[in-house]
């Protein structure tokens, strides 16, 4: 089946440092992932899609320039928390749709962020 | 913003019971989709229903959905402990691929 990882899977921080994430799709190809978020005992909540070779696209109230992701290749998108802030720590996860399949998303198992 | 609203927020049940969990959505979509979360963990697909379809069933799990009301709900039948989990519905809409999730149901299965 198609696996999708996630490292690492979980971090702790200091406030004011960057934390890399790195989503991958590990037996398919994906020219399209999405990054979530999800607060303790919510939902999830679409951050972003990353598309290979291109911009990411943000959702409404999701700051680019403290999110920023890079999708360089057809298995890897990274997800880059800059000057991390307590109020950053959540589960990020990513999701990836495979190149040659329909609609349905595959997801990574997560990671846990804590910012001190 | 999230699209579907999910009822119960909460379900306790016995070993042997049947569960079921209620979404409604506001937009017009071209899927909706079934997601199980066990604590602190991610997320595995259970079952994708299109909109042209009322019901379809996976195992132990029906889903029906109700596109004139924008609804569906997921039935799991003689529910197991290992059940136990967060349930949440998510509906994929007119932008390809973006999924908008429900608020969750949380599930649980006592022996």
């Known amino acids: 089946g198609a696996v999708v990882s996630q490292h690492p899977s979980w971090v702790i921080c200091k406030s004011g440092t960057s934390v890399k994430i790195e989503c991958r799709s590990l037996?398919?190809?994906?020219?399209?992932m999405f990054w979530y978020r999800q607060f303790p005992k919510q939902s999830l909540m679409l951050m972003a899609t990353?598309?290979?070779?291109?911009?990411?696209?943000?959702e409404q109230g999701v700051e680019k320039d403290k999110f920023l992701i890079n999708h360089a290749s057809l298995t890897l998108s990274t997800l880059t928390v800059t000057s991390a802030h307590p109020e950053d720590s959540s589960f990020y996860i990513c999701?990836?749709?495979?190149?040659?399949?329909?609609?349905?998303?595959?997801f990574g198992p997560g990671t846990r962020l804590t910012v001190l | 913003s999230q699209q579907g609203e999910e009822d119960p927020q909460a379900l306790s049940i016995q070993e042997g019971e049947n569960a079921t969990m209620n979404c409604s959505y506001k937009t017009s979509i071209n899927n909706l989709q079934w997601y199980r979360q066990n604590s602190g963990r991610g997320l595995v697909h259970l079952i994708l229903i299109r909109s042209n379809e009322r019901e379809k069933h996976s195992g132990r799990l029906r889903v029906t959905l109700d596109t004139s009301k924008k609804s569906s709900s997921l039935l799991i039948t003689a529910s197991r402990a290992a059940d136990t989990a967060s349930y949440f519905c998510a509906t994929d809409g007119d932008s390809w691929g973006k999924l908008q999730f429900g608020a969750g149901t949380q599930v649980v299965v006592t022996p």
């Open positions: 037996d398919f190809q994906a020219t399209t």
């Open positions: 999701s990836a749709i495979p190149l040659a399949g329909g609609r349905e998303q595959f």
């Open positions: 990353s598309n290979e070779g291109s911009k990411a696209t943000y």
